[in-house]
């Protein structure tokens, strides 16, 4: 079936180090990507996404590129802030609108 | 103004009660969603509806209904509450139920079972 793996976490970060949290997915066509990101307390937000391979999704200085070779999507930030602290998820979703999560990685980015 | 809005954003009841978490979304989206969260973060969908017709209905058990009056609102109400089903549960809303469309949440309700 249909799934994502996402790197476990918490991913500890200084502010303004590069951020990489990796994503695979395994599906039985071409799915659509997504990024979404949880701050304490709130609901999920869409970070960005990508719909077809070799396409680069990207939003507050975050990236993610679709790589149909290996099945990743996996989400980069060049500078990391305190701010960005919160628990991202990886998803997919392929014929039809329902979203598979992967299962969430926390990332603290301290001063 | 919020986007999508459950109420309430707190539940603390007793194990067999009866209750219901209300959702409502002002984006004029056809689609709309419940979806769990346990206690290690992992999110799965419950249901999904489209102008008020079920569409997805992953394996929850019967004691969960989801009520739509209108595109506008879902509902959720559960019988017969039980220990597992302490999780947040988060209401969603979609443009169209289509693979490429972001889905927006609200911020969830926190259910816990005494």
């Known amino acids: 079936g249909n799934s994502v793996t996402q790197m476990e976490g918490p991913v500890t970060l200084s502010e303004e180090a590069f951020l990489t949290i990796n994503c695979t997915y395994t599906?039985?066509?071409?799915?659509?990507l997504f990024w979404y990101v949880q701050y304490p307390g709130e609901g999920l937000q869409l970070l960005l996404k990508a719909t077809k391979a070799d396409d680069k999704g990207s939003n507050k200085g975050f990236e993610a590129t679709y790589r149909k070779e290996t099945t990743s999507f996996h989400l980069e930030k060049g500078s990391v802030q305190v701010s960005d602290s919160a628990v991202y998820f990886c998803a997919l979703s392929y014929n039809t609108d329902k979203l598979i999560f992967g299962t969430g990685t926390r990332l603290q980015v301290f001063p | 103004d919020t986007a999508v809005s459950q109420t309430p954003k707190y539940l603390v009841t007793q194990m067999g009660n009866d209750k219901s978490i209300k959702c409502e979304q002002n984006?004029?989206?056809?689609?709309m969603y419940w979806y769990k969260q346990d206690s290690k973060k992992f999110l799965k969908i419950m249901f999904s509806?489209?102008?008020?017709?079920?569409?997805i209905n992953e394996t929850v058990p019967n004691r969960f209904s989801p009520k739509s009056p209108d595109k506008a609102h879902l509902n959720l109400h559960i019988n017969s509450l039980e220990l597992g089903d302490s999780a947040v549960y988060f209401c969603a809303s979609s443009q169209e139920a289509a693979v490429n469309q972001p889905q927006h949440f609200g911020d969830g309700t926190r259910l816990s079972i005494l």
């Open positions: 984006l004029g989206h056809d689609t």
């Open positions: 509806y489209n102008n008020k017709e079920l569409i």
């Open positions: 599906a039985t066509g071409y799915p659509s």
